[in-house]
C-alpha cells in the first residue's frame, strides 16, 4: 500500500469543463507525465460518444441519431469499449506508477463503494454489474512507467440514450467490437447525488491518504502536446464519412 496518494481537483474554468476533447487529453496526460505515487481523477464529460482507441466507428456509432442530437464522436488512449458519456456519470481515472495493475484495485474499491450503497454487485472481467445490468465498465491504457485504469459509473444518465447511440454487436463480431449489455444506474436504484466523497474514500482504504491538489506542470504539459498531436484533430477520432460528427476544438 501506498503512503499517499494524490487526488487531482476539478478544473473550474469553462474551457475543460465544456471540453470532452481536453478533458481525454488530460486522462491520457496524467500516466504520460510519470506521475512517482498513484493518481486519482474524478471527471464529467458533456454529451458524446467515446470509443475505445481500437474500434472502428462505424461499428459501434449510430451515425444518424449522433448527427441529428449533435452528439460529437470521439476516441480516447486507453482499450475497452465504446461508451456514453453525459452529466449523468462519473468518470474514475487512477494511474498506478510501475508495473503495479490498478485494475484490480479499481474493481475491488467500487464493487465494495457499490456494496455499502446497498445494492448487490457483480464484478467480472467486463465490469461491474447489478443482476444482468451493467453499471460500469474498465478501460487500461500501460506504457513502460506505469498503467492508467479508469471506469465510467452510471450516476443518472437515461439508458435509453445508450442505446440510441450505439449499435448492437454485430451479428459477425470483429475481436475488438465492444460487448453489449442493458445498463442500470444509481439513480436507477434510488440513490441519489454524485458517490465522488464515497470513491475517494474507497480508494483510499486501498491506496492511503488522499491528498487534494490542482493539476501540475507536467500534467499540463503533457495534456497540451497531446491536444496538438491527437485528441484536438477530428482525423485521429474517426475516419471517412464520420469525420462531420466530430469538430474538434480550434
Not at 9 to 19: E, K, V
Not at 102 to 122: H, I, K, N, Q, Y
Amino acid at each position: 500500500m501506498s503512503a499517499v496518494f494524490s487526488v487531482v481537483a476539478a478544473q473550474d474554468d469553462s474551457a475543460r469543463h465544456d471540453s470532452a476533447w481536453r478533458n481525454l487529453a488530460f486522462d491520457e496526460a496524467l500516466l504520460r507525465a510519470k506521475p512517482q505515487s498513484p493518481v486519482l481523477w474524478l471527471w464529467r464529460n458533456p454529451q458524446c460518444v467515446v470509443l475505445g482507441r481500437g474500434q472502428r466507428a462505424e461499428r459501434e456509432v449510430d451515425f444518424s441519431a449522433c448527427s441529428a442530437d449533435g452528439v460529437p464522436v470521439l476516441r480516447r488512449g486507453s482499450g475497452g469499449g465504446t461508451v456514453y458519456h453525459d452529466r449523468g456519470n462519473l468518470n474514475i481515472t487512477l494511474v498506478q506508477p510501475g508495473a503495479v495493475e490498478p485494475l484490480e484495485l479499481l474493481g475491488t474499491a467500487l464493487s465494495t463503494l457499490v456494496s455499502e450503497l446497498g445494492l448487490s454487485p457483480r464484478l467480472t472481467k467486463r465490469g461491474l454489474f447489478i443482476g444482468a445490468d451493467k453499471l460500469c465498465g474498465f478501460a487500461a491504457l500501460r506504457t513502460k512507467e506505469g498503467v492508467l485504469a479508469h471506469s465510467t459509473l452510471l450516476v443518472s444518465s437515461n439508458p435509453e440514450l445508450v442505446t440510441r447511440y450505439l449499435t448492437p454487436t454485430p451479428e459477425q463480431a470483429h475481436p475488438l467490437d465492444s460487448e453489449r449489455s442493458p445498463v442500470t444506474t444509481l439513480a436507477a436504484h434510488g440513490i441519489g447525488g454524485y458517490p465522488d466523497n464515497l470513491v475517494i474514500d474507497a480508494m483510499s482504504r486501498e491506496l492511503g491518504t488522499a491528498i487534494h491538489r490542482g493539476p501540475n506542470e507536467a500534467e499540463l504539459a503533457q495534456e497540451q502536446l497531446l491536444m496538438h498531436s491527437r485528441y484536438g484533430f477530428s482525423p485521429w477520432h474517426l475516419s471517412g464519412r464520420a469525420r462531420q460528427l466530430t469538430a474538434a476544438p480550434s
